[in-house]
């Protein structure tokens, strides 16, 4: 009897391993007759990642190769990943809500710094004035937008939560960012010392100077983290009081140099009372907070802000949520996004537009507009470039957009920069090393050691 039971639990260990491979086989080979099979076995869970692939050739790396393959790869996974999540919420939540309320009791925040949530209500003709970087608006017409910002915000404490690694959950399902040191620039955990800011005052003075010896204007752009315009949204974090990374470079900059340094967290925290800037789900801003952003950078460049009609943003629904795919969320919770399109109210538009590249990352745009201004702008940057260049498309005759990570190696993009009239450099904050690391790259396209 002993020497049956175990040759049964071989026999059961052996058809778990194998069994799920063996149905896998036949669902393959039915699904290509019945497709719509394939909507009832599998799930849609866009990893926002490229699958592992299996090995073409034999190497030292073989074994954890074929590992990652088979773990991505595994028969009914993407059911089990969704079923993992959905049990996980089923109990997480009731569980997170008791915790939650208990702790609200005994937590005492070392925060100093009070986040203010902002009251909407109707502007005050001064208000409406200061408000001159949005553009000439009719905000009597934007009340229906007040609806979509109601800060019906908890003062309660809120346990930190991250899903895969990647997503925190924050209030009113608002969604944040985890990874890239996110939350150390949030706490204000990783200011610059004196030194290292000394070596981005080095680097941006170089590529400044060898631009006004070229006649060419530059100016760096940092688009705020979107915990930085909406703090009251954030879970229960202990922030350090004072200026964050960001802000104490942008004020040592300014006296230590002639760098053009923009940094909008304080246009942007105002604009957020009238206007979302910053989409829910996703990690970036979303047109109207571009908008802001290159309004800023005019004002650099003492460039007149085009007026924007009451009907010149339009509400539209979003179907991208970068977040809730990194964190592996589900979407019938978090279907709700939209995002604001700017009708361009001026009379330009554009003449001809090229792009060129992988498309994921469009590295190499090339625009051109019936506008009078005549300056070649240049802008280098990541992601949050394009909202930016969706409006200066149309206010200079050509606009250049290119990643960063292309500048060295596409010919196109290194003649841009070398024949542009004005050059920004834009990374996000939480990527702002880059600075460094692509800063130098551009002094060398400027001062010729790349050809």
């Not at 703090?231 to 040592?252: A, C, K, Q």
């Not at 292309?406 to 290194?414: M, R, T």
């Not at 990374?427 to 690391?437: C, G, N, P, Q, Y």
Request: glycine content about 4%; some cysteine; aromatic content about 16%.
């Amino acid at each position: 009897m002993k020497k049956f039971n175990e040759k049964l639990l071989i026999i059961l260990f052996i058809c778990i391993i194998i069994l799920p491979t063996i149905l896998w086989g036949v669902y393959d080979f039915v699904s290509v007759i019945n497709p719509s099979l394939q909507e009832i076995i599998e799930e849609d869970i866009d990893e926002n990642r490229n699958l592992s692939k299996f090995p073409a050739t034999f190497s030292n790396a073989y074994g954890s190769e074929i590992d990652s393959y088979y773990n991505d790869h595994l028969p009914f996974r993407s059911k089990m990943i969704v079923w993992n999540r959905d049990f996980n919420f089923l109990f997480e939540e009731p569980f997170a809500y008791i915790k939650n309320k208990i702790a609200s009791f005994l937590y005492s925040s070392k925060n100093e710094e009070e986040i203010e949530i902002p009251v909407i209500r109707e502007l005050t003709k001064a208000e409406k004035y200061k408000l001159r970087y949005i553009g000439d608006i009719d905000y009597e017409a934007y009340s229906f937008l007040k609806d979509d910002i109601i800060y019906d915000v908890s003062n309660e404490y809120l346990e930190p939560r991250i899903y895969n690694n990647g997503t925190i959950l924050g209030r009113n399902d608002w969604l944040f960012y985890f990874q890239d040191n996110y939350l150390n620039y949030y706490k204000k955990n990783n200011i610059l010392s004196t030194q290292e800011m000394d070596k981005y005052v080095d680097l941006l003075s170089k590529i400044n100077d060898k631009c006004i010896e070229l006649g060419k204007q530059f100016f760096v752009f940092v688009p705020p983290n979107k915990s930085q315009v909406y703090p009251e949204f954030m879970p229960s974090y202990d922030v350090n009081p004072g200026l964050n990374r960001i802000e104490t470079l942008r004020e040592y900059i300014a006296t230590s140099s002639n760098v053009n340094f923009i940094y909008p967290k304080e246009e942007l925290v105002e604009a957020k009372q009238y206007l979302n800037v910053y989409k829910r789900y996703d990690t970036h801003w979303n047109e109207a907070g571009g908008f802001i952003g290159a309004m800023k950078v005019y004002d650099f460049l003492d460039k007149d802000r085009p007026p924007i009609a009451s009907s010149s943003f339009v509400k539209l629904n979003n179907s991208l949520y970068d977040l809730v795919n990194v964190g592996n969320l589900d979407k019938t919770r978090f279907n709700d996004e939209y995002e604001y399109h700017l009708e361009y109210p001026n009379q330009n538009y554009l003449l001809e537009s090229i792009t060129e590249g992988n498309t994921a990352t469009n590295p190499y745009i090339y625009s051109k507009s019936t506008s009078d201004d005549k300056r070649d702008v240049c802008l280098i940057g990541d992601s949050f470039r394009f909202y930016m260049g969706n409006t200066m498309q149309r206010d200079f005759e050509e606009v250049y957009i290119l990643h960063r990570d292309a500048i060295g190696n596409i010919d196109k993009a290194k003649e841009a920069i070398r024949n542009s009239d004005i050059i920004i450099f834009e990374v996000l904050e939480r990527l702002s090393d880059f600075l460094l690391i692509h800063g130098e790259t551009l002094l060398y396209i400027l001062d010729g050691t790349i050809p």
